[in-house]
């Protein structure tokens, strides 16, 4: 089978109950029962690419909010930047996926990414709870 029919694949990413993490990983941004969640450091090359993403709650979240789900890079790994906002009105007391394909065609010299939810440079969290589970998925194209 050649490159061009093969299927693609989600990469997943997990993440369990907020209150069950340590706020010491430098992976997840953690604070106060307004938390949000940051997906591990993905160092897959997604520059110049369309990223298909799921957001799967698997557990509900206390909040009755909309919230937010952020793409951002980063050049360190340690300074990030919003570059992408799929999701403005994300309601985490809802359980199962929300798929997204965000364009970063545009997008060129970012060797550090990671899915945020319910936060971002800039972006300001609302209050989730710490009961909610969730896991983050995608591919590109």
Do not use: W
């Amino acid at each position: 089978m050649s490159v061009e029919q093969q299927a693609n694949q989600f990469v997943s990413r997990s993440q369990g109950a907020i209150s069950n993490v340590s706020s010491t990983n430098a992976s997840l941004a953690l604070a106060s029962v307004s938390n949000s969640i940051r997906s591990n450091t993905i160092t897959d090359n997604l520059n110049g690419k369309t990223l298909h993403l799921c957001v799967d709650v698997t557990t509900a979240f206390a909040a009755t909010a909309s919230v937010t789900v952020a793409v951002e890079g980063s050049l360190d790994d340690t300074n990030h930047a919003v570059l992408a906002t799929p999701e403005t009105n994300f309601l985490p007391q809802n359980t199962g996926p929300r798929f997204y394909s965000i364009d970063l065609t545009k997008v060129n010299g970012i060797p550090y990414f990671s899915i945020h939810f319910n936060g971002g440079k800039g972006i300001t969290a609302g209050n989730i709870g710490t009961t909610g589970k969730l896991s983050f998925s995608y591919y590109t194209t």
